[in-house]
T-cell receptor, first 110, second 111 residues
Framework: EDQVTQSPEALRLQEGESSSLNCSYT??????LFWYRQDPGKGPEFLFT???AGEEKEKERLKATLTKKESFLHITAPKPEDSATYLC???????????FGKGITLSVRP | DVKVTQSSRYLVKRTGEKVFLECVQDMDHENMFWYRQDPGLGLRLIYF???????EKGDIPEGYSVSREKKERFSLILESASTNQTSMYLCASSLTSIEAFFGQGTRLTVV
């Protein structure tokens, strides 16, 4: 069974304090790994796709990286508007099953 | 822009009722998904479909069924609603191996 574990469950940062969110996975046949952001009461919003170990993607203050066992979402100099829940998901199987981790709730204090 | 539309934002139903949640996407995506999201449990996959009339069980299919008669529409059916099915339900669609796009969610309360 595919498993996706995100840590920590919650993270509180001061504005400007950089950190990393972890997503570790145990799957058979990874086809892709996705990062999403979710604001309260809304559907998840796509951030990044990573397909192979060593791949990196960047967008503003966020950078996602991938190894054979885990992915990191690095947040550089975060701002209060980066406060949200960050979700990691893995795509597996011939029929495109998409499995999510439980998410990491990030709070950035001004 | 990809648009995934769920028929209701909020629903209140009685125990034992048959409930239909509808999801429509406008981008000709092959794959569609239904998840439920509960505090502390994250998004859990109920069912997904990789083609018209094709479906696969996710991790928590018990008490649910689905229907995909047309490519753009994926329906989630609660055969006999129970209070433990009170949750936020999220629909998503994707092309194969490409990121999934989500609807805004339906908050279902079963009383």
């Amino acid at each position: 069974e595919d498993q996706v574990t995100q840590s920590p469950e919650a993270l509180r940062l001061q504005e400007g304090e950089s950190s990393s969110l972890n997503c570790s996975y145990t799957v058979s046949g990874l086809r892709g790994l996705f990062w999403y952001r979710q604001d309260p009461g809304k559907g998840p919003e796509f951030l990044f796709t990573l397909y192979s170990a060593g791949e990196e993607k960047e967008k503003e203050r966020l950078k996602a990286t991938l190894t054979k066992k885990e992915s990191f979402l690095h947040i550089t100099a975060p701002k209060p508007e980066d406060s949200a829940t960050y979700l990691c998901a893995v795509l597996t199987g011939a029929n495109s099953k998409l499995t999510f981790g439980k998410g990491i709730t990030l709070s950035v204090r001004p | 822009d990809v648009k995934v539309t769920q028929s209701s934002r909020y629903l209140v139903k009685r125990t034992g009722e048959k409930v239909f949640l509808e999801c429509v996407q406008d981008m000709d995506h092959e794959n569609m998904f239904w998840y439920r999201q509960d505090p502390g449990l994250g998004l859990r996959l109920i069912y997904f479909s990789y083609d018209v009339k094709m479906k696969e069980k996710g991790d928590i299919p018990e008490g649910y069924s689905v229907s995909r008669e047309k490519k753009e529409r994926f329906s989630l059916i609660l055969e006999s609603a129970s209070t433990n099915q009170t949750s936020m339900y999220l629909c998503a669609s994707s092309l194969t191996s490409i990121e999934a796009f989500f609807g805004q969610g339906t908050r279902l309360t079963v009383v």
